[in-house]
Each structure stands twice: as structure tokens, then as C-alpha cells.
């Protein structure tokens, strides 16, 4: 399987770098109108538009919508068919996890600035948050634990997790983690149905103020569409990689991380910024050797014939660096023998990899840190999930007597050059 091999040093190298890069921006256009008239089924009908989906995309049949409810003792029952070491492994990521987001609860803060105003502000969690758990051809029950935890650290009361059961198969892994988590409230439902039935609530399903969690497109879209009637974690697109190495980096290590990332999507992306042609040469002979091993059905053939790269540069300097910056991958490794001098003059990336030990794949499980992150070049602007997601923060202002004379005149100088009369007036009233 020949790798996409692009030289910088090549005249069309610029042209070369753009197809790799320009991904499929808006794939999900074509199911755009079915997305749309599944949420407006769910909003009118309810729970009767919940059993009809889950009957017809998950096909199996819904008598009533309490079907699909999961009991706490069903989902222990179910867990207990998980594989022990799959169990006690999901516990020790659980501990890693949550003792590294514990670490970024903030605190309120106030002060009180020269003239006496005392200013700050305090956090207050969400009251309550859906997730969606995969359920179908990928079940991931890391997401459980990479959405949850946070949402548990920030204080939300309520934490409502959805997943789909296709044939009303229930995945024992997705029960494990759930049970370990201590979620309550379980529903049997995916796709754009459960996401409607988050946001809009039926008779029985509450709605929740944020939903979080991966998903396939009619998700994705479903996710976009429901932005405003309640908040949303991202967008989240296919997973991607960006690799960074020099000359003295073992080319099976580099094949091995970029066909991990390849393996998540057919449209997943893999790509390595490589010192020497010689290396990639290497690599892409391991990545062509390690294919082999992988069934021929495996995603990480397809992606990363369609979409993986090997961009060849003479040295790691700043031509990389800007290179790692258009990019802006949701994973950066960087696999060199000084990392930590290129990271203040990395701007964007969802979350760096240090040195040559660090396998991006640690960051998926057991490291601790999250997994959600920004896709799609989202990089530029948006973060990977934390507690902060799961909190709001509100702004605090206390003005004395004395603190308050002293804003009056500014502020109704102001207020009558923006033609407000009555903010004006407000501020020239006597108050005691």
C-alpha cells in the first residue's frame, strides 16, 4: 500500500500539502434533511417517536418506551459478562483519570481594586448533562469515562447517558464503565432520535442543559442542530494524527502510532512531518509490513491510503513548526531528542505528545489526561474537554457609597453618548 510521500524541498510541494490537508469540510450536507426531520419527529411525538426510531435503525422491537430504559441492577448484571481484566483495567484509568481533572476544579475568586470596587467571580456547575455513548459497529468505553468524570469532578447532579443497542444487544464493556462511574440513569436509545430527546426532553426523558460524547454523522449534524436550545461539547470529526521526527527516531514506532490513529475511521488522518527521506522510505516500508498483520477489513487500510501522508523536511526547525501550526492536529507526538524546546512556539494543537516514549495511544486510555479533543483544524480556537466544560462562570460586582459615586459620572457620560437615556438615569439615581 504506497504511502503519499511529499519532499518540501520539491517545487510542487505546496500543492502536493494542500490536498493532503484540505479535508472533507461538510460531509454531512447530504443527510442534513433526514437528521432534521428525525428532531422534528422526536419534538412533536415524544416518546413514541423514540420507540419507532429505536425499532426501525436498531432493529429490535420497543413495546413501550420504558423498554429502553436500563435499570442500575440490569447494567451491574450486564457488566458482570465483561472480561475482569477489561474491568480492572477500566478502574485504573477511572483512578488516573479523575485524579488529573480533580486538579483543574477551580476556586471563586474576588477582589477589591483601589477605589473599592469589589470585583471577582464564582463557578457554578450545570445541573444537568447528556452523554452519548457509541454503541454500534465502535463501542468506546473510555468515552464514558473521558465525558463522566469531568461532569462528575465540576458537580453535576444529573448525568444522563444514551446508547444504542443494536438487535437489543447491550455492550457488557459500556455497562462496566458505567457501573463503575455510578451513572443512574441509562437509556437504550442512539443516533439524531436520542440527541432530540436530550435536548427537547419527551414525556419521560428530561431534557439536559449540555450534551457531550462521540458519535457517527447523524449525531454530529443532530449535535450542530440543537446548538442554542442547549449547549454542546464539539463538533467532533474524524480522529487525527501529526507526528513530528527526527532522523534518530525507529521507523516502526512512527508507523505503529500513525496506523493507531488510522485504525479509529476510514477518514481518519494520518500524518508524519519526518528529518530525511531515508526515514520516511523506513516508515513506510514498517507501515506496508504492519498492515499485513491487520485484518484486511481493518479501517487503518483505507484511511491511510486515502488520507495518510509521510512530508519529508532536511531539519526540524521552524519551516516544521509552521507546518504543525497550519495543520493543527487534534494529536501531536513529538518524537525528537530535545521536545521541549519547540512547545512554547506550538499555537495549536488539541494535545502534544512528549518525547519518544509517550505514545499517543497512553493519552486514549490511561494517562490520565482526556481524549475528547478538537478536530479538523479546530485546533486554532477550541480545546480539549475538562471540567471547565461542565462549569459556568459568573461574573460577581459589589460597589460601595463611596465606589459608587466615584463610576457614576463615567459611567452616564457614556450611557448619553450611546443615546441610552435610561441606563443614564439609572446610574444619576440616589440609592441607599
Given at each position: 500500500m504506497a504511502a503519499r510521500i511529499i519532499d518540501l524541498q520539491a517545487k510542487n510541494y505546496n500543492e502536493q500539502l494542500q490536498t493532503v490537508i484540505a479535508r472533507k469540510t461538510d460531509q454531512l450536507k447530504p443527510i442534513e434533511e433526514k437528521v432534521n426531520a428525525i428532531i422534528q419527529r422526536v419534538k412533536?411525538?415524544?416518546?413514541?417517536?423514540?420507540?419507532?426510531f429505536t425499532q426501525e435503525f436498531d432493529n429490535f422491537s420497543v413495546p413501550d418506551i420504558e423498554t429502553l430504559r436500563l435499570s442500575?441492577?440490569?447494567?451491574?448484571?450486564?457488566?458482570?459478562?465483561?472480561?475482569?481484566?477489561v474491568r480492572d483495567a477500566l478502574s485504573f484509568a477511572h483512578e488516573r483519570i479523575y485524579n488529573h481533572h480533580l486538579r483543574m476544579k477551580k476556586e471563586d475568586y474576588v477582589y477589591e481594586d483601589p477605589i473599592g470596587v469589589k470585583l471577582g467571580w464564582c463557578y457554578r456547575p450545570l445541573d444537568s448533562v447528556g452523554l452519548y455513548v457509541p454503541g454500534g459497529k465502535a463501542a468506546y468505553p473510555s468515552s464514558v469515562l473521558m465525558?463522566?468524570?469531568?461532569?462528575?469532578?465540576?458537580?453535576?447532579?444529573?448525568?444522563?447517558?444514551?446508547?444504542?443497542?443494536?438487535?437489543?444487544?447491550?455492550?457488557?464493556?459500556?455497562?462496566?464503565?458505567?457501573?463503575?462511574?455510578?451513572?443512574?440513569?441509562?437509556?437504550?436509545?442512539?443516533?439524531?432520535?436520542a440527541v432530540a430527546a436530550l435536548a427537547y426532553g419527551t414525556q419521560t426523558i428530561?431534557?439536559?442543559?449540555?450534551?457531550?460524547?462521540?458519535?457517527?454523522?447523524?449525531?454530529?449534524?443532530?449535535?450542530?442542530?440543537?446548538?442554542?436550545?442547549?449547549?454542546?461539547?464539539?463538533?467532533?470529526?474524524?480522529?487525527?494524527?501529526?507526528?513530528?521526527?527526527?532522523?534518530?527516531?525507529?521507523?516502526d514506532v512512527i508507523a505503529a502510532d500513525l496506523l493507531a490513529q488510522a485504525e479509529h475511521d476510514?477518514?481518519?488522518?494520518?500524518?508524519?512531518?519526518?528529518?530525511?527521506?531515508?526515514?520516511?522510505?523506513?516508515?513506510?516500508?514498517?507501515?506496508?509490513?504492519q498492515l499485513k498483520n491487520l485484518p484486511k477489513e481493518n479501517l487503518a487500510h483505507k484511511s491511510w491510503l486515502q488520507w495518510g501522508a509521510l512530508i519529508v523536511v532536511e531539519a526540524i526547525n521552524d519551516q516544521c513548526i509552521s507546518l504543525v501550526?497550519?495543520?493543527?492536529?487534534?494529536?501531536?507526538?513529538?518524537?525528537?531528542?530535545?521536545?521541549?524546546?519547540?512547545?512554547?512556539?506550538?499555537?495549536?494543537?488539541?494535545?502534544?505528545?512528549?518525547?519518544?516514549?509517550?505514545?499517543?495511544?497512553?493519552?486514549?486510555?490511561?494517562?490520565?489526561?482526556?481524549?475528547?479533543?478538537?478536530?479538523?483544524?479546530?485546533?486554532?480556537?477550541?480545546?480539549?474537554?475538562?471540567?471547565?466544560d461542565y462549569m459556568k462562570k459568573i461574573a460577581l460586582?459589589?460597589?460601595?457609597?463611596?465606589?459608587?459615586?466615584?463610576?457614576?459620572?463615567?459611567?452616564?457620560?457614556?450611557?448619553?453618548?450611546?443615546?441610552?437615556l435610561a441606563h443614564a438615569a439609572a446610574a444619576a439615581i440616589k440609592r441607599s
Open positions: 412533536k411525538l415524544g416518546d413514541t417517536a423514540l420507540c419507532e442500575v441492577d440490569r447494567c451491574k448484571q450486564i457488566a458482570e459478562q465483561c472480561d475482569i481484566k465525558n463522566a468524570i469531568p461532569a462528575q469532578i465540576a458537580g453535576v447532579k444529573r448525568i444522563v447517558m444514551v446508547t444504542p443497542t443494536p438487535q437489543g444487544i447491550i455492550n457488557p464493556t459500556i455497562c462496566a464503565a458505567a457501573t463503575i462511574l455510578g451513572i443512574e440513569e441509562i437509556w437504550n436509545i442512539g443516533g439524531a432520535q428530561q431534557n439536559v442543559d449540555k450534551i457531550v460524547g462521540p458519535g457517527n454523522d447523524f449525531v454530529a449534524l443532530a449535535k450542530k442542530n440543537v446548538f442554542g436550545q442547549c449547549g454542546i461539547d464539539m463538533i467532533a470529526g474524524p480522529s487525527e494524527i501529526l507526528i513530528l521526527a527526527d532522523k534518530k527516531t525507529c521507523p476510514e477518514n481518519a488522518q494520518a500524518i508524519a512531518i519526518v528529518q530525511g527521506m531515508e526515514l520516511a522510505k523506513k516508515v513506510e516500508k514498517s507501515i506496508e509490513k501550526n497550519m495543520i493543527a492536529p487534534e494529536h501531536l507526538e513529538l518524537q525528537l531528542e530535545d521536545p521541549h524546546k519547540l512547545i512554547p512556539h506550538i499555537k495549536h494543537a488539541g494535545a502534544i505528545f512528549i518525547g519518544r516514549h509517550t505514545a499517543e495511544v497512553f493519552g486514549d486510555y490511561s494517562a490520565g489526561s482526556n481524549h475528547v479533543l478538537p478536530t479538523a483544524r479546530t485546533a486554532r480556537f477550541c480545546s480539549g474537554l475538562s471540567v471547565d460586582l459589589e460597589c460601595s457609597e463611596k465606589s459608587a459615586k466615584m463610576l457614576r459620572e463615567t459611567t452616564i457620560t457614556l450611557a448619553k453618548a450611546e443615546g441610552l
